[in-house]
């Protein structure tokens, strides 16, 4: 495993009476998909909302590319390759497909506004090139033949392939999915995991909080576990499977399952 992206160094965040992360530290390497799993209520979107900075931490430190990232704005932090999405769908239902995914470009665009409302040459230039990359990312999750279709017509699993494809027109080098299966038939679930997979390099690291045990098995290279608030275990796949102290966090928690994948299977 490469070196790390993300360093997590003794995050603490306190609510009034509730301490909602208590002191987690892990590292997310490069170029990996690594989960973040627990019970409701462990403090998973959280730690979400902390390290894209929607919250500030209470104590403790993020690094991004071994830059200290604790104090930045979230704008700063997609300005510096973090991207998100989120538990609950933040589409423009009235926009084309298309056009969600351009806005996904709006931080990386060098354009001052007076040339952008006055459409003169760089403006234009600078918005064909987002057009045509925003194709591409539709061309990539398989959207490519509804670009010009409201947002709010497509299909549930693909709208969460949208708003994927929004979070990467940003370019960023890690990506935060917060539940990106949350009501996904197992076809769509299936395609979404197979998707993940490709998008995963060199040059973007996945980090998911997600609730279906079985995807994030299948998928993940790495998985830290809470419970609540507190970092309970860390390991692969097979070790999270078979850790006492998971399954028992687990226990009562219906539909979650610790499914072994087939021998040999990737």
Known sequence: MS????????????????????DVSFDVAAGSI??????????????????????????????????????LPAHARVALGLGRTFQ?????????????????????????????VLRLPDARSEERAAVTRARDLLRLIGLEDQAEQPAATLAYGDQRRLE???ALASDPVLLLLDEPAAGMNPTETEALAYMLKSLR??????????????FVMDLSDRITV??????????TPAEIRANPGVIEAYLGHAGVQFTPRPEGAA
């Open 88 to 116: 609950n769908l933040r589409l423009f239902g009235e926009m084309s497909v298309l056009e969600n995914v351009v806005t996904g470009m709006h931080p990386r665009l060098g354009v001052r506004w007076p040339a952008a």
């Open 201 to 214: 390099s060199d040059k973007l690291t996945i980090l998911l909080v997600e609730h279906d045990m079985k």
């Open 3 to 22: 070196s790390p992206l993300l360093q997590i160094d003794a995050v603490i965040r306190r609510f009034t009476g509730l301490l909602a992360v208590d």
């Open 164 to 166: 994927i494809a929004r």
């Open 226 to 235: 809470l419970n609540f608030g507190r970092k309970i275990a860390e390991g």
């Open 34 to 71: 690594h989960a973040l799993i627990g019970p409701n209520g462990a403090g998973k979107t959280t730690l979400f909302n902390i390290i894209s900075g929607l919250l500030a931490p209470t104590a403790g430190r993020i690094c991004l590319n071994n830059r200290d990232i604790t104090a």
